[in-house]
C-alpha cells in the first residue's frame, strides 16, 4: 500500500522529487580594491557558499587568500592570467618550450602564494585558452595539483575545459557573467543571476562570475541570492560543479 501511494504522488508531482538547482556564484578578482569596493570582511559576510578567485603576483594576495579560506562556506579559487600578463607565443601546431615553461613557473608561484585554493580559473586569457597546444601542456601541469579546473570562458571557442577533462581533472565552465567593464549596475547584476537560476533549473546546475569590485554586484548578490534560494535555489562552492 505504502509503494502504491508512493507511486501515486510521483505521478501527481514530479518535480516535487527533482533535485534542487543548483548555482555557484564565483567573485573574480578578490583583492583588487578600488576606492568604491566593498570591503573584504562584508564580501565575507554575505550568507551562503560561494566562491573566490585571487590573482597571483598580486599585493594583496597573502592578505585576503588566508581570509576566503578561513570562512567555512567560502571557496578560494586561484585566478591564472595568461594573456596578456604573460608574453606568450601560442604556436598553433605544438606548444613552444618557453611559453611552457613560463606558465608552469607561475603556477608554482601560485600554489605557493594562495596555499589553500581548491581549485583554478582563468583570468581574461582570450588567446591562451583557444590555444589548444598551449592547454594540453598546462591541464598535464595542473593535474599534478589537485585542483579542480573552471573555464571562464571568456571566448566561445575555448578550449580549455575540454582540455581538462581530457586530462583527467574535475571541471567546469562558466555560464554567465553578472558584469562586465561596461555594463555593471545592480539591475544588470539581477537579470543576469536570474539567467543563471533559469539554466539551473533546466540542466540542474549553473556558474555565475561576477567582480570582487563592483559595490552593484555585491548589493544585488546581498538582495537577490536570499530570494533564489526561498524559491528552491541551492548556491554551492564552484568544486560541488567540478565534473
Not at 522529487?17 to 570582511?41: C, H, M, R, S, W
Request: hydrophobic share 45%; aromatic share 8%.
Amino acid at each position: 500500500m505504502n509503494k502504491l501511494l508512493a507511486a501515486v504522488l510521483l505521478l501527481a508531482s514530479p518535480s516535487a522529487f527533482a533535485a534542487a538547482p543548483q548555482v555557484a556564484i564565483v567573485i573574480d578578482d578578490f583583492g583588487l580594491n578600488y576606492k568604491k569596493t566593498p570591503p573584504d570582511e562584508e564580501w565575507m559576510a554575505l550568507p551562503g557558499e560561494m566562491t573566490f578567485a585571487v590573482m597571483p603576483e598580486s599585493p594583496r594576495t597573502k592578505k585576503v587568500s588566508p581570509l576566503v579560506s578561513a570562512a567555512p562556506s567560502k571557496e578560494l579559487m586561484i585566478h591564472y592570467p595568461f594573456d596578456p600578463f604573460q608574453s606568450l607565443k601560442l604556436a598553433k601546431d605544438a606548444v613552444d618550450p618557453e611559453d611552457a615553461l613560463k606558465v608552469a613557473a607561475l603556477l608554482d608561484k601560485a600554489m605557493k602564494q594562495i596555499p589553500n585554493a581548491k581549485g583554478l580559473n582563468n583570468h581574461r586569457s582570450y588567446k591562451a585558452t583557444r590555444n589548444r597546444p598551449l592547454m594540453n601542456a598546462f591541464m598535464a601541469q595542473l593535474k599534478s595539483t589537485g585542483l579542480y579546473f573552471l573555464d571562464s570562458k571568456v571566448s566561445e571557442k575555448s578550449v580549455a575545459h575540454a582540455e581538462a577533462a581530457a586530462a583527467g581533472i574535475p571541471a567546469a565552465s562558466n555560464n554567465v557573467f553578472l558584469d562586465t567593464a561596461e555594463l555593471h549596475t545592480q539591475p544588470f547584476c539581477a537579470k543576469m543571476l536570474r539567467q543563471a537560476v533559469s539554466i539551473a533549473r533546466k540542466k540542474g546546475s549553473a556558474i555565475a562570475i561576477g567582480h570582487h569590485y563592483f559595490r552593484t554586484t555585491f548589493d544585488c548578490l546581498k538582495e537577490e541570492m536570499p530570494k533564489h534560494e526561498k524559491d528552491g535555489v541551492v548556491f554551492v562552492k564552484a568544486s560541488a560543479l567540478a565534473r
